[in-house]
T-cell receptor, first 114, second 113 residues
């Protein structure tokens, strides 16, 4: 079985400051890793994904994440946030040999303050 | 191209009633997934269709939930009879292949009174 833990339920940060949203996972099999974002009253939008290859993955809106196999982590970072980045962020995994179903973390609400 | 569309956006019904949620995937996407988020909890997988066939329904909570995808196009998720614990946001997602990123709809917020 797989599980995903997002260590912070809420992360307040000032505009133009850097941010890191933490994600750890547990799995006995190989997994793909994802970060999704949900803006208010919208569906989930894919930010970035790690399937294989380089452990540093760049996504949309200036976000990036680094896959660390030894620490089973996939933390999301952005060097300078904007007010418009205020949203809920979800880390998810999907077993590589499975049907593609996603196992999500609990979500982290990023609150960017002016 | 049109995205994943879900109807209705919000539904309020009383305990014991029946509700049907609909999902229209992106055209050409064979894979269709249903997920649910109960308040305060994580988003959980319900089931997965490949065309009209159920590939994985391991996440369906009980037999009050019935999902169909006739003709391999749109899908419906029926809850009958609805219970209080069924309240939450139901998301639908679709993808071209099982190893392709999933595109999500805006969700249906279901409130059981």
């Amino acid at each position: 079985a797989q599980s995903v833990t997002q260590l912070d339920s809420q992360v307040p940060v000032f505009e133009e400051a850097p941010v890191e949203l933490r994600c750890n996972y547990s799995s006995s099999v190989s997994v793909y890793l994802f970060w999704y974002v949900q803006y208010p009253n919208q569906g989930l939008q894919l930010l970035l994904k790690y399937l294989s290859g380089s452990t540093l993955v760049k996504g949309i809106n200036g976000f990036e994440a680094e896959f660390n196999k030894s620490q089973t982590s996939f933390h999301l970072r952005k060097p300078s946030v904007h007010i418009s980045d205020t949203a809920e962020y979800f880390c998810a995994v999907s077993p590589t040999s499975n049907t593609g179903k996603l196992i999500f973390g609990q979500g982290t609400t990023l609150q960017v303050k002016p | 191209e049109a995205g994943v569309t879900q109807f209705p956006s919000h539904s309020v019904i009383e305990k014991g009633q029946t509700v049907t949620l609909r999902c229209d995937p992106i055209s050409g996407h064979d894979n269709l997934y249903w997920y649910r988020r109960v308040m305060g909890k994580e988003i959980k997988f319900l089931l997965h269709f490949v065309k009209e066939s159920k590939q994985d329904e391991s996440g369906m909570p009980n037999n009050r939930f019935l999902a169909e995808r006739t003709g391999g196009t749109y899908s419906t998720l029926k809850v009958q009879p609805a219970e209080l614990e069924d309240s939450g946001v139901y998301f639908c997602a679709s993808s071209q292949g099982m190893d392709q990123p999933q595109h999500f709809g805006d969700g249906t917020r279901l409130s059981i009174l």
